[in-house]
Every structure is written in structure tokens, then in C-alpha cells.
């Protein structure tokens, strides 16, 4: 009801079970008999290129979604370079495992369509590892696009038959969160993986990727980081300080996005489209810099910055320095009740961790405490739910021991009270 009041929405494509759901728009049955009556000529209505192709609903800071739109011809640039770069053909089959509804999913409807390749659509309502290794094994799936934390699990499932099950694959397209190559790394190495692995960025607002950076066995080891590579065609990308100025090299600013992918903002949103979008920039919130070799480093969200103990902390420039730990195959930080809290999978321990970290943060940045996990909670769209994993930790209440310092059990008093 939210989305569609606030997207002003007339019609809803759906089923006659669905029907009485949405009393106020109306509702267009495809199980209906007066479909199949429907006229078959073509529409009148015609489409120009700045006039708007869809709206995806995106989180919002409040918690209000906002509605990103996009122009027709963002998505059709888009298209164009997915298909040039990944020289998608008759022989390409395309599986979608993403939900409809995210933005990178998109693209992949559409490019091995106009390709002349093979759209695979599967009716799974659940993530199960076993039936999506087996659809890429038996259809001969040869490009995969979904999230970092979405992969990573297939690539373990398929390390048990020295990764057969992926030999079919050309390209995994990986977007949404960072890339850990520790994760990736025995899959890229291995005889039998004939893949790239493309790392791609860019916001819902700006038509899905503005840029992208491809990764295989002989440039794992480049950088310490993933870049997030160069801009697509007629997309730019810059590195901007807190008045928009552009930032030399070296500097952390605020990534922003120029060029023809730059959406129409928030429907029916003005005031936090003016925000978001100024001067034909779209500021992503993003954190970046950019190397003198022209390389762009992502180095976290500006929206993630907490404040613990009085000093403002980027959770992503922890996480970045947790991966770069050999045994860390991925880190996610979150901030709790004035604490720092890290999240692990791999196979270090704690005090390993801490002196690593010890090299690369100052002090007041080391997390207090290390959860290892097995596998990190997903959110519907397949990235990593830091809301979850924030509902697991328990209620912090510091104990009074005999013989502390009169400071310890001060501090132990007032924590238990408020």
C-alpha cells in the first residue's frame, strides 16, 4: 500500500486471487479469460530516451523506502556495454537467481534476449544451494550475477568435485556488497574454472553499474583490495570533498556519479531527491579514493560511520582491514551498545586478529569482541543482513568484581542502569 500510494501507481499486473488486494489501482488479472481477447496489434503509445523505464523501491535512512527511478536511456546504455564487455552471444545462458525486484536482476531479463542467448528462470522460493549448483551444471550455465554473499556459498558447495559443477561458467557478475578474494581465490586458481569474476558498482539511482572491474587468476594479487575498476561508457565517476570539490588522488571523499546513467531520483520525493542529487551529480554516500594509476578504492559508506566512545568510526575501513588477514575469508563490523563487534568467517583467532588489526587502525577501532560464524544471515536481496546479526548479540551488562578500580565500578553501575 506504501508503494503504491507513494509511486502513484494506476494499474498492478497480477492474478485474480491477488485481485481484491489492491482496492485502490486497478488490477489487471492475467489468469483472466478477457486477456486472451486482448488486442495483439502493437500499442500506440511510443517511448523517448530520457523518459522513464522503472522505479525500484530501495531502503531509505528513515525507513521509508524511497522509489528510485530510471531513464530509458540509462537502461539502454546499460545493455549495451553488458553485452560488448561480455561479448554475450547465441551461446551464453543467463540464470537468474536474484529477486525481481533488485535492481541488478534488470540487465539479466533483458541481455541474453537481445543477445540472441537463453534466459533460465527457476520457481524456487528459497535459496537452496544444491538446486542452483545443479541448474548451472545441468543447463550449462555460463553467466551468474548476484551478490558477493550469494555466490560465496556456491563456490564452497561446488569445492567438493574440484568445482565441476561451475566449469560451465564464464563470468560470475558480482555486485552489491565488497569482494572478499579469499573467498574466491581456490576457486579461481583451480584447473577447472574458466571464469571471471566482474565486480560491479554503482547505485539503484544510477541504472544498477557505472563501473566494474574484472577479476581472474592473473590479477588476484594486483592490489590489496577489489577496485572498483573504471566507469562504463558515457558514465563518470569522481571523487568529491564535503562542498563537492574534486579531491586530488590519495584523498577519501565522497564518490559521485555524473553522466548518462544518472536516474530521475525519488518519485513523487522532491526533497530527498534534492538531497541525493545536485549539480547532475548523483552522491552516492559512498567512500572512495582514487590511486594515482587512475585505480578507485571503495572504502566504506559515510552513512555506516558510528560513534563509539565519542570518536567517529568507519565500520567499512574496519572490515577492509579484517580481509586483508590471510585467514579471514570474510569480516562484517557492526556497532552495539557502545561497542565495537566483529564478525568473522574464517579461521583465525582473536588475538591473531587483534595484532593484525594492531598494524593497520589505531587502538579505539580494534572490535572488543569476535563472533566466528559458519554463514551470515541474507537479506532477501542476498547481501549480508547487519540488522540480524545486530538481533543476535546479547545485552551487555559489565560485572562488578572485588577489587576494581573505584572508576570500573562506577562504570560497571551506570551500565547496568542505563
Request: proline share 6%; glycine share 8%; charged share 20%.
Amino acid at each position: 500500500e506504501q508503494m503504491i500510494s507513494s509511486a502513484n501507481l494506476e494499474y498492478v499486473v497480477t492474478n485474480k486471487e491477488l485481485a481484491g488486494e489492491f482496492p485502490n489501482v486497478q488490477a489487471i488479472c492475467m489468469d483472466d479469460a478477457s486477456v486472451d481477447e486482448a488486442s495483439a496489434d502493437e500499442p500506440a503509445q511510443s517511448f523517448e530516451k530520457d523518459d522513464l523505464i522503472y522505479a525500484i523501491f530501495t531502503s531509505g535512512s528513515t525507513g521509508r523506502p524511497k522509489a528510485a527511478s530510471v531513464y530509458h536511456q540509462g537502461f539502454a546504455n546499460l545493455l549495451h556495454w553488458y553485452s560488448i564487455e561480455l561479448t554475450l552471444g547465441p551461446g551464453d545462458r543467463t540464470l537468474v537467481i536474484s529477486s525481481p525486484s533488485f535492481d541488478l536482476t534488470q540487465k539479466n531479463f533483458f541481455a541474453p534476449l537481445i543477445t540472441g542467448g537463453t534466459l533460465i528462470l527457476d520457481d524456487c522460493q528459497t535459496y537452496d544451494i544444491s538446486r542452483i549448483t545443479a541448474l548451472i551444471r545441468d543447463h550449462g550455465v555460463t553467466l551468474l550475477n548476484c551478490t558477493p554473499s550469494a555466490f560465496y556459498p556456491l563456490v564452497d558447495a561446488a569445492a567438493g568435485d574440484g568445482y565441476a559443477a561451475l566449469s560451465s561458467l564464464r563470468f560470475a557478475v558480482l555486485g552489491g556488497e565488497p569482494i572478499s578474494v579469499n573467498r574466491l581465490r581456490a576457486w579461481l586458481e583451480h584447473p577447472n574454472c574458466r571464469a571471471e569474476v566482474v565486480n560491479s558498482y554503482g547505485p539503484t539511482e544510477c541504472a544498477d553499474i557505472c563501473g566494474f572491474h574484472r577479476l581472474h587468476r592473473g590479477n588476484l594479487d594486483d592490489f590489496p583490495f577489489v577496485p572498483l575498476g573504471r566507469p562504463i561508457p558515457n558514465v563518470q565517476v569522481t571523487i568529491r570533498g564535503e562542498s563537492l570539490e574534486l579531491l586530488p588522488d590519495g584523498e577519501i571523499g565522497e564518490l559521485c556519479i555524473s553522466g548518462i546513467g544518472v536516474g530521475g531520483g525519488y518519485l513523487n520525493d522532491p526533497e530527498r531527491t534534492a538531497e541525493a542529487f545536485t549539480r547532475s551529480l548523483y552522491r552516492t554516500g559512498d567512500l572512495a579514493k582514487r590511486h594515482p594509476s587512475g585505480t578507485l578504492e571503495f572504502r566504506g559508506r559515510a552513512d555506516q560511520q558510528v560513534k563509539v566512545n565519542g570518536f567517529r568510526i568507519e565500520l567499512g575501513e574496519i572490515e577492509i582491514a579484517l580481509n586483508l588477514h590471510d585467514a579471514v575469508s570474510e569480516a562484517v563490523v557492526i556497532a552495539c551498545q557502545n561497542r565495537l563487534i566483529a564478525h568473522i568467517q574464517g579461521t583465525p583467532d582473536a588475538a591473531a586478529l587483534r595484532e593484525h588489526l594492531s598494524d593497520h587502525l589505531p587502538a579505539y577501532m580494534i572490535p572488543g569482541e569476535f563472533h566466528f560464524v559458519e554463514n551470515f544471515p541474507l537479506t532477501p536481496n542476498g547481501k549480508v543482513d547487519r540488522r540480524a546479526l545486530a538481533g543476535t548479540m546479547a545485552p551487555h551488562v559489565p560485572t562488578i568484581s572485588p577489587g576494581v578500580s573505584m572508576e570500573s565500578r562506577i562504570l560497571a553501575l551506570w551500565s547496568e542502569i542505563l
